[in-house]
């Protein structure tokens, strides 16, 4: 019989601000060199084929596969562990129109002159503008979250460290996992995005980071035709 996984038990985290020092063993199996090399380029050859979509279908998606990604997000590391993120699953059709009118607010005046010509300029070859319907297509939203700092029932808190690094990293992940899964999904950036933690109800230590529709891609779904750095172009070895 198999061992049970970490997704199988229940697991409760705490906070471990000022606990000792207590290490545990990791032997993980060394993996044969031949197998890593074949792992890497399956890897890299079908992560090259991720890319941002904004047309999606309103077929609805695996929530247990989301949910996975989000857990694979999860395991990020984070300063001092402290893992300062929160994954806000936005499945309800009116939540997700109120969220969109509010983005499109924002970014109408972004695109009126907020951004300013420069921004405006490195924008154009990928042809976005101030309508998003992907907020509403696409069957699911995550909004992600960062902790400022710890927030305890009784009004304590904590300051929590490398916010952005962590939660970066974090959101990272989950454009991984999700892409991996067979799902395509947009990082969406309305700025300022305020209106997120009134939207959603969120406590005052969070603060949006990044708005993520997850779905299949429409049968007519286009995407810029954009060419990567090469590996020369982004390595420097010393």
């Not at 939660?167 to 989950?174: F, H, K, N, Q």
């Not at 067979?182 to 209106?195: D, E, I, K, N, Q």
């Amino acid at each position: 019989m198999s061992q049970p996984t970490q997704s199988d038990a229940t697991t409760h985290w705490t906070p471990t601000h000022g606990a000792p020092y207590r290490p545990v063993p990791y032997r993980p199996e060394r993996m044969p060199a031949a197998e890593s090399l074949a792992r890497a380029a399956e890897l890299r050859e079908r992560m090259a084929r991720r890319r941002t979509v904004r047309q999606f279908s309103a077929d609805p998606v695996p929530e247990q596969v989301v949910r996975d990604a989000i857990a694979c997000a999860a395991t990020a590391p984070s300063g001092a562990h402290q893992q300062p993120w929160t994954f806000v699953l936005v499945k309800d059709p009116e939540v997700r129109r109120r969220i969109r009118a509010a983005a499109e607010a924002e970014e109408r005046l972004s695109y009126e002159g907020r951004l300013g010509e420069e921004w405006l300029a490195a924008l154009r070859p990928l042809g976005t503008d101030e309508v998003k319907p992907h907020l509403t297509d696409a069957p699911q939203l995550i909004v992600v979250f960062q902790q400022r700092h710890w927030l305890g029932e009784d009004g304590s808190r904590r300051k929590h460290y490398y916010v952005d690094e962590s939660v970066g990293i974090a959101v990272g992940m989950l454009l991984s996992a999700l892409h991996l899964s067979g799902l395509a999904a947009l990082v969406h950036t309305p700025s300022p995005m305020r209106f997120l933690r009134e939207v959603l109800g969120r406590p005052a230590n969070e603060k949006a980071f990044a708005v993520i529709p997850v779905g299949y891609p429409a049968p007519e779904c286009e995407v810029p035709d954009l060419v990567r750095k090469s590996l020369d172009q982004i390595v420097v070895e010393i």
